[in-house]
């Protein structure tokens, strides 16, 4: 069926390594994706954003890239940090159904001192 | 910075009775929406609301479930009669424009016993 899913439930690195994590989608209307971060008991936190026209993009030490392609996408984490352990969600948006995020079920981020 | 609030932060409730659950959005902010999310499930979409009126709703969002704007800041969810499997943590968010960012608030916690 039509989803948006992570390729791993849990991720392990080390401080200072840096991280990547992957995402795949399968619906072609996708056009827009958020990362975004949930701590334990909180709501997600938006990391950042990109619309299919580009293939990169970057913020305060992360990176999302987008290929279209083959309908993935990963965000980069460098230089890791422990307050980066979280849960990490992808989520995309259709150009045909303008509301709802689609949201895939979330990697677990644990960096290790 | 602006957030998006909720109250309240948990909510325990018996099953048949009903819930209101509360939600201030950012300000300047047009589109607002709520989410749920079941314990270690990924983020599902309930419903948006914009102009007064909803916009888009999932399957889920059925008859016992009812959003309102009954002033100018607050935006509320209500389930009719309550039922176990609608134990979830219930976000809240909101956007300034129609597929931009959604910022989310921090949750509330269903328990229906």
């Known amino acids: 069926g039509e989803s948006v899913g992570l390729h791993l439930p849990t991720l392990s690195v080390q401080e200072g390594d840096n991280s990547i994590i992957n995402c795949a989608y399968s619906n072609s209307a996708s056009d827009y994706f958020i990362w975004y971060k949930q701590e334990s008991g909180k709501g997600p936190q938006f990391i950042i954003d990109i619309r299919s026209n580009m293939d990169k993009r970057q913020g305060q030490r992360v990176t999302v890239l987008l290929n279209k392609t083959v309908k993935h996408l990963s965000l980069q984490i460098a230089a890791t940090q422990p307050g980066d352990s979280a849960v990490y969600f992808c989520?995309?948006?259709?150009?045909?159904?303008?509301?709802?995020?689609?949201f895939g079920k979330g990697t677990s981020l644990l960096v290790t001192p | 910075e602006p957030e998006v609030t909720q109250t309240p932060s948990h909510q325990v409730t018996q099953m048949g009775q009903e819930v209101i659950l509360r939600c201030v959005p950012i300000s300047n902010h047009l589109y607002f929406y709520w989410y749920r999310q079941i314990l270690g499930q990924k983020v599902e979409f309930l419903v948006s609301f914009y102009n007064n009126e909803i916009s888009e709703k999932s399957e889920i969002f059925d008859d016992q479930f009812s959003v309102e704007r009954p002033d100018g800041s607050n935006f509320t969810l209500k389930i009719r009669s309550t039922k176990l499997e609608d134990s979830a943590m219930y976000f809240c968010a909101s956007s300034e424009k129609v597929r931009e960012t959604q910022y989310f608030g921090p949750g509330t916690r269903l328990l229906v016993l």
């Open positions: 989520a995309e948006n259709r150009w045909n159904s303008g509301y709802a995020l689609n």
